[in-house]
């Protein structure tokens, strides 16, 4: 909470029957300085919003804190019933391929935890519990200390007879000391694949574990842990479409594309997002969903290596890709 907000809080509630303009007046606010406060205020659940506009009064802290619990308490069911319905899908997409001759369907369980002391408690016990198969997807580099326990995590499973199979991005790779990282690995005996593009960071183990990020682009943010095979089969899927596209370490990488290897419509979106175009527009000029012309905009971020939009737009430029082929299609008509 910044000052100006803080000062006229205490002073609504110390002298409430002054009116939130009178007071914000006495405090030599201006009129966009006082709706800042307001607003803040608002967001945190300290002003009541009953009343003429000029009668809205302070908050108990207390009772403030009671409702930013209860709105990130439905925040997180809501979260939790999007992803059960994302789950539905791909359950839906890869069913019928993966349940072929399975056994009868196990328990299913989903569980959003925040808590990263936990997270890392939970994918410690499955690691240890692994007895078949291993896979993980990495959008970036690790640090020494996470390269360090992963190496001993490696020898303890592949000692045991677990196939540990990695999937990593291509420019992640590049850096030196990530290179070594995955000769470390590779020696071992782990399976590594390459990819231009990694959608996510994922964590699969026996076919009924999987760890997810409940924000693809916050890690911090907690994980989603999904149990059963029915659930983590989707995921499981996913991964091996994922592996069957990528290059097996150690193999020629295929050389800079340029922008020829995008499709026509990665080149169209590609031009949009140089010119600063929104994802809404991006999504009706392709004809195509606001949540697939946000994937394709992220898709063509990563393979650049670009950390914001600006920053893809000047690489592509650079690079030439922008003067391959010609931009935005017509519309739908």
């Not at 360090?148 to 000391?177: F, H, I, K, N």
């Not at 964590?203 to 095979?229: K, M, Q, T, V």
Request: hydrophobic fraction near 40%; glycine fraction near 10%.
């Amino acid at each position: 909470m910044g000052d100006q907000t803080l000062a006229l809080y205490l002073e609504l509630r110390e002298r409430p029957e002054s009116g939130v303009e009178k007071i914000a007046a006495s405090l030599g606010f201006s009129t966009e300085e006082r709706e800042r406060c307001l607003a803040e205020l608002s967001g945190l659940g300290l002003l009541d919003h009953h009343g003429a506009r000029d009668s809205r009064t302070a908050v108990e802290p207390g009772i403030a804190l009671l409702g930013l619990l209860r709105a990130e308490r439905e925040r997180l069911q809501n979260r939790l019933i999007e992803t059960g319905r994302f789950h539905d899908t791909l359950d839906i997409l890869a069913g019928p391929v993966l349940r072929a001759g399975a056994t009868p369907e196990r328990e299913i369980g989903v569980e959003i935890v925040t808590d990263l002391s936990r997270v890392h408690l939970e994918r410690a016990g499955i690691s240890e519990s692994v007895t078949h198969d291993r896979q993980t997807m990495h959008t970036g580099a690790v640090g020494r200390e996470e390269s360090e326990q992963t190496l001993e995590e490696d020898r303890r499973q592949l000692a045991r007879g677990v196939r540990v199979r990695a999937m990593y991005g291509r420019r992640a790779a590049s850096v030196p000391d990530m290179a070594r990282h995955l000769r470390d690995r590779a020696e071992l005996g782990v399976e590594i694949r390459l990819s231009p593009v990694v959608p996510m960071n994922m964590f699969l183990a026996d076919e009924n574990f999987a760890l997810l990020p409940i924000d693809l682009h916050d890690l911090s943010a907690g994980a989603i842990i999904a149990r059963g095979s029915a659930l983590v089969g989707s995921y499981l899927a996913l991964y091996e479409y994922c592996w069957h596209c990528a290059t097996p370490h150690g193999e020629d990488s295929p050389a800079e594309r340029g922008g020829d290897g995008l499709s026509e419509q990665q080149v169209a979106a590609l031009h949009m997002l140089a010119s600063g175009v929104k994802d809404e527009e991006v999504a009706r000029n392709l004809g195509v969903s606001l949540r697939t012309a946000s994937r394709l905009l992220s898709e063509i971020m990563q393979e650049l290596g670009a950390a914001s939009r600006f920053e893809a737009g000047v690489k592509a430029a650079r690079l030439g890709w922008l003067d391959a082929r010609s931009s935005t299609p017509e519309g739908p008509a």
